[in-house]
Nanobody, 123 residues
């Protein structure tokens, strides 16, 4: 069973930094893309950053140059991280990690989501 566990959210100051982590507490047969989305109240969930199995990184325009995504697939415990710098109040949202993966050899490729972690940027 795939279970993604997020950590690192909380309160950040404008101009400050926060780091989010997401790890898989189960076991996944094969991981493809990994990434982060966010959702603010009354808004649709939007892509923040993604990283492919080959290491290609994609960022939303609003976070380019401020956020960095990286992963660790060398261990059994797959993990994806998001370093957020130069925080702005508009970065306030619930952040969700996801992995696109096949859980088992015979499993279908699909997205799995974390439970979300709140990030609030405020003085």
């Amino acid at each position: 069973q795939v279970r993604l566990v997020e950590s690192g959210g909380g309160l950040g100051q404008p101009g400050g930094s926060l780091r989010l982590s997401c790890t898989d507490s189960g076991s996944i047969f094969e991981v493809y893309d990994m990434g982060w989305y966010r959702q603010s109240p009354g808004q649709q969930r939007e892509m923040v950053a993604e990283i492919s199995a080959g290491g290609t990184r994609t960022y939303a325009d609003s976070v380019k140059g401020r956020f960095t995504i990286w992963d660790n697939r060398r261990n059994i415990e797959n993990a994806v991280y998001l370093e957020m710098t130069s925080l702005r109040p508009e970065d306030t949202a619930v952040y969700y990690c996801y992995v696109n993966a096949r859980a088992t050899v015979a499993g279908l490729r699909r997205d799995y989501w974390g439970q979300g972690t709140q990030v609030t940027v405020s003085l």
